[in-house]
């Protein structure tokens, strides 16, 4: 899963601020996904992109939260006004394509911790 | 509302001995299940995975198995060894995304 590459690792942000997550996918994936774990729970379905449309966003909550995949360049996970609620780890996954049996491969991870 | 569940959070086992995993999900009309395996500050690497229309599948030693009349599957580990130790999350592919458990933590005692 080395080849999908998120950045940062690790990001701190005071309540209120901003919070920018990256990924870009494998090589030749043009299928987005990414994925909150809480501290002790599972992973959580987030939202599903393709380069430059979002395919499923019902795991996103209502406010605050955006992702997008644009022709060029990384897919952003974008988190305004954080709040300590939002502390996580947030995966993003990458596949070539959609459609049974395709496995996604994760990237490592970014941990957000709002203070 | 949850649709895949893994009801053992942990499960220690001895080395050499099966592990074994086990998942339930409630929408029968997956088509497509798998298993990640988890180390801690890492992503979710893929394990394994089985199509509906199988009811095993097997890779050295690991096998997954899939009970589609009681919406089960299970991931059986033999023999367990040291590195195995890991979270194990299973999840079910949908029309869109993947759907995953809560995860079973295994620890495999040496």
């Known amino acids: 899963n080395a080849g999908v590459m998120q950045n940062p690792r690790h990001l701190v942000r005071r309540r209120g601020q901003e919070a920018r997550l990256r990924c870009s996918p494998m090589?030749?994936?043009?299928?987005v996904y990414w994925y909150r774990q809480l501290p002790e729970e599972g992973l959580k379905f987030m939202v599903y992109l393709q380069k430059e449309n979002i395919i499923d966003e019902s795991g996103m909550p209502k406010e605050r939260f955006s992702a997008e995949f644009p022709k060029e360049g990384p897919s952003i996970l974008r988190i305004q006004q954080v709040v300590r609620g939002d502390s996580a780890a947030y995966f993003c996954?990458?596949?070539?394509?959609?459609?049974?049996?395709?496995?996604?491969?994760f990237g490592q991870g970014t941990r957000l911790t709002v203070v | 509302d949850q649709q895949v569940k893994q009801n053992s959070p942990s499960l220690s086992v001895q080395e050499g001995r099966i592990s074994i995993l086990n998942c339930d999900y409630t929408?029968?009309?997956?088509?497509?299940f798998l298993w990640y395996k988890k180390y801690p500050a890492e992503g979710p690497t893929f394990l394994i995975s089985?199509?509906?229309?199988?009811d095993k599948n097997e890779d050295g030693r690991f096998t997954v198995f899939l009970n589609k009349s009681a919406k089960h599957l299970s991931l059986h580990i033999v023999p367990s060894q040291p590195g195995d130790s890991a979270v194990y999350f299973c999840a079910v592919q949908g029309a869109q995304k993947l759907v995953f458990g809560q995860g079973t933590r295994l620890t495999i005692n040496p």
């Open positions: 929408n029968s009309m997956f088509d497509y």
């Open positions: 090589k030749g994936h043009s299928h």
């Open positions: 996954a990458s596949s070539p394509h959609r459609g049974a049996g395709v496995e996604a491969f």
């Open positions: 089985i199509s509906s229309i199988k």
